[in-house]
């Protein structure tokens, strides 16, 4: 659905995006990963982000609650997905996560993902490759989410931070 028709959308802001950070400061911190508050919905039905990644730095494994779609304005980013074998997460222990595939996407590149109940993964700048600058647009206000302790089994929901650029 909107996803689809939003993916040509963010190909084209992510190879031109001038105009976009034309009078905006982009944050970034020697310690995490920083997200820049870029344009909010006034009934938080969408937000939007730039989040700059210094190199090596890294989300914890986590999820979003709705759907959304990312592009990779400048560097590299990774993403490494994980999966719970039965589809769902019931309960906030006992949760079994198995490792999937690694996305590896360039300057220009664009991927997106739906709730299949909860997208999981981490995603990040590795550190031999540089640092990078993406785009995060979400179908809700993005000011929480899960995060999982994949050895523990167990996942908490976490007030995320951000930067009004």
Same mark, same amino acid.
């Given at each position: 659905g909107c996803v689809n028709a939003i993916v040509p959308l963010m190909e084209r802001l992510v190879s031109t995006p001038g105009d976009l950070f034309a009078d905006r400061t982009l944050h970034s911190d020697p310690d995490h990963y920083t997200r820049n508050l870029i344009r909010l919905a006034e009934d938080g039905s969408l937000s939007l982000y730039a989040i700059v990644w210094r190199p090596g730095q890294w989300t914890p494994v986590?999820?979003?609650?709705?759907?959304?779609?990312?592009?990779?304005?400048?560097?590299? !980013?990774?993403?490494?997905?994980? +999966?719970?074998?039965?589809?769902?997460?019931?309960?906030?222990?006992?949760?079994? !996560? +198995?490792?999937?595939?690694?996305?590896? !996407?360039?300057?220009?590149?664009?991927?997106?993902?739906?709730?299949?109940?909860?997208?999981?993964?981490?995603?990040?700048?590795?550190?031999?490759r540089g640092g990078a600058v993406t785009l995060h647009l979400y179908g809700r206000t993005m000011n929480s989410f899960y995060v999982y302790d994949v050895a523990a089994g167990r996942r908490r929901l976490i007030d995320v931070p951000h930067n009004d650029s």
């Open positions: 986590h999820d979003h609650g709705s759907w959304g779609v990312v592009g990779v304005v400048e560097g590299a !980013l990774e993403e490494r997905s994980f +999966m719970s074998p039965d589809g769902t997460i019931h309960r906030d222990d006992g949760i079994r !996560l +198995m490792r999937g595939g690694v996305i590896r !996407l360039q300057p220009g590149s664009v991927t997106s993902f739906v709730p299949n109940p909860d997208h999981i993964h981490e995603t990040g700048a590795p550190a031999e």
